[in-house]
């Protein structure tokens, strides 16, 4: 068969998905390359669809098509499917191979190079980095002349690598097409989605999405072991633990249900095991089916005291939280010590949105690692955060006078006004909302009574900011509000954030900036370049790399100005998977103030980097009490020697 390159592969695809005619201009666009590259490409393509006696129909003037019937249609699909294993790049194919030899067990390199359609040095050389990531796993690979390849380890090991080099390969959108294309066939995929339904009846629970999909990719991969005779061996302890659970014969039946096989005590240990660390969508807290363990329980208790010692709140009564937590720390304290990714996408908007409650979150967790024997990663920190900060809105933040107040003043007649605070208080719950006053009280509020005011007509206050809005609060105005209260809230968080802190002393911005690290009065009119231009230091001395740049700009584009903390001052940055290599700080202030943010309702003059390795956000806070002074902020912008910068203190 004529063979394709990536790009005259991926330009097929696109003919196949797309129905109708596609010009040569229209392909070079999509491709980023020239009109004549396209017609050559598509020379090989149409020499390609001939050995299938496809034809590819080239019109003038209209373009290019494939006009199929259903069979035609299928043999193409079926071909695009096997073709997409050797249009892999390296990094993403050694991934495929590894999955492939623990799905076979053994092998040859003939055999690799002809399902991969590569050579057989290829395969070789492929095949170390697959060893490499084996024994990071514990699992061997054996090599014999005239034999073949063959898989040499524990099975607990071999089917924790599966998930390993699952889990790695999902995120680059991959082992789920293949598996679901190239491994599993549609009546075992339907088995296995029947199995699953009979244990979230059994259980009562729901499983996410995600925890559907691994499940799956666990399950199938069980049985293909089963079948080799390859099975795990658990002590008669374990065995003897999970028996005992009340849903063991039900499990064991539904299993035997729907893939008419007889499975082991040691596999039935195995999936119990495995539905431990499946995340659960919901858990009724009626049903009492889920198995749920005493160590999940007395840590989630633990969590709950912890925390509300430290926010001053009983969270006693609060049912939910106990229970949602106990059951999320079941499947999380499994996956930690198994080494399986905790996956959370809303670590960073967490980190950002709700710095108080992640802290408090990671000052509960921290002290507890070493007594578990784990360390909690930020993802899982995250999640903590998330429970426990929707417990403490059930309570209401303001108890602890954490969220703002606002006072208004309405120019319209005590109906337009009583309205108006109506509306306030259905659309922002959040806002502690007083009045309606007059305009003269308006104009001598000061910020120890409210942090803003929400007026009709203009009212001239010089202490603390006045939102001007329409009398029946459009979008726009509930947009304004929402963003100062969260800039509001944001102080006050970080403020008790400062009490929740036991290592604050006599420190000094020269205690987190080297002298390299700052620069003063520049003359920058873009955030973005400011930025670029702020992170330079950090740079140049090897602290963080160009993604981690990249991934700052992205997190202001997509999250807006959260990182202005406080007044002119940004504190800018990212995961530090994203390009961290050393722990540090760079400074950068402007000669005049720019707009931070593509919506422009937010100025800074002062730019703060932070390049931290890990979760600990100690530095960070001590930092901030420095900034949060206005001291400090007003002799940072009339600052014209480095000299001065490093020996601005905390008091």
């Not at 063991?248 to 039946?253: K, R, S, T």
Request: proline share 3%; hydrophobic share 40%; with cysteine.
């Amino acid at each position: 068969m004529v063979a394709l390159t990536t790009r005259q592969h991926e330009i097929l695809k696109y003919l196949f998905l797309h129905a109708g005619f596609s010009t040569t201009e229209e392909l070079a666009l999509q491709f980023q390359v020239s009109r004549r590259t396209i017609r050559y490409d598509l020379n090989y393509i149409e020499a390609f669809l001939k050995e299938l006696e496809i034809s590819l129909e080239r019109k003038p003037k209209m373009g290019i098509r494939l006009f199929l019937n259903e069979y035609q249609r299928k043999l193409l699909e079926q071909t695009l499917q096997q073709t997409d294993f050797y249009m892999l790049p390296n990094f993403k194919l050694y991934l495929v191979i590894g999955l492939q030899l623990l799905l076979d067990n053994s092998t040859t390199l003939e055999r690799l190079a002809d399902l991969f359609k590569i050579s057989k040095s290829k395969a070789f050389s492929l095949l170390e980095e697959v060893e490499k990531q084996f024994q990071e796993h514990g699992v061997q690979i054996q090599k014999e002349p005239f034999k073949g390849i063959f898989l040499i380890g524990h099975e607990l090991d071999i089917r924790y690598l599966f998930q390993a080099l699952y889990e790695h390969a999902i995120q680059i959108d991959l082992t789920k097409r293949f598996l679901e294309t190239q491994w599993l066939s549609q009546d075992m995929e339907s088995r296995i989605d029947h199995f699953i339904h009979d244990l979230e009846r059994i259980f009562h629970v729901h499983y996410s999405e995600r925890a559907k999909e691994e499940l799956k990719a666990i399950i199938f991969f069980q049985i293909r072991r089963i079948h080799l005779h390859q099975e795990v061996t658990y002590s008669f302890q374990e065995r003897q633990e999970v028996k005992r659970m009340p849903v063991y014969q039900e499990v064991a039946a539904a299993f035997n249900r729907n893939f008419q096989l007889p499975i082991s005590d040691h596999e039935m240990a195995y999936i119990l095991h495995q539905l431990k660390g499946s995340k659960v969508a919901s858990v009724p807290l009626e049903k009492d089916g889920y198995y749920r363990d005493m160590e999940s329980d007395a840590l989630a208790q633990r969590i709950i005291e912890k925390a509300e010692n430290m926010l001053g709140l009983s969270f006693q009564d609060d049912i939910e939280l106990l229970h949602n937590l106990s059951v999320h720390l079941q499947v999380a304290l499994y996956r930690i010590r198994q080494g399986l990714q905790i996956e959370n996408p809303l670590t960073e908007q967490v980190k950002y949105k709700y710095r108080f409650i992640y802290e408090t979150a990671r000052k509960i967790l921290m002290p507890m690692e070493s007594e578990l024997g784990l360390q909690f990663p930020e993802e899982e920190i995250a999640f903590i955060a998330m429970y426990l900060g929707g417990a403490f809105e059930r309570q209401s933040w303001n108890q602890k006078g954490l969220l703002p107040t606002a006072y208004v003043v309405c120019g319209s007649g005590l109906a337009t006004s009583s309205l108006l605070i109506t509306r306030l208080k259905l659309l922002l719950p959040e806002l502690t909302v007083k009045g309606p006053i007059d305009m003269d009280h308006a104009k001598t509020l000061t910020s120890d009574k409210a942090n803003f005011i929400i007026s009709t007509v203009p009212v001239d206050n010089q202490w603390i900011p006045v939102v001007k809005v329409h009398p029946l609060l459009e979008d726009q105005d509930i947009q304004q509000i929402r963003q100062l209260i969260f800039r509001e809230a944001n102080q006050k968080q970080w403020g008790r954030l400062k009490e929740l802190n036991e290592n604050l002393h006599s420190i000094r911005l020269g205690d987190f900036f080297s002298s390299t690290h700052i620069q003063l009065q520049k003359e920058v009119n873009d955030w973005r370049k400011a930025i670029t231009f702020a992170s330079q230091p950090l740079l140049n001395e090897s602290y963080i790399t160009t993604e981690y740049v990249k991934a700052m700009i992205q997190a202001v584009e997509e999250l807006g100005t959260y990182m202005v903390l406080i007044p002119k001052v940004a504190f800018i940055h990212s995961s530090p998977k994203k390009g961290v290599k050393k722990d540090g700080f760079s400074l950068l202030t402007l000669k005049d103030p720019i707009f931070f943010g593509d919506q422009k309702k937010c100025e800074v003059q002062i730019i703060v980097v932070v390049s931290l390795t890990g979760k600990e956000s100690d530095l960070f806070i001590q930092l901030f009490s420095i900034f949060e002074q206005p001291k400090t902020v007003e002799a940072l912008l009339k600052a014209e020697r480095i000299e001065t910068v490093l020996n601005i203190t905390q008091n």
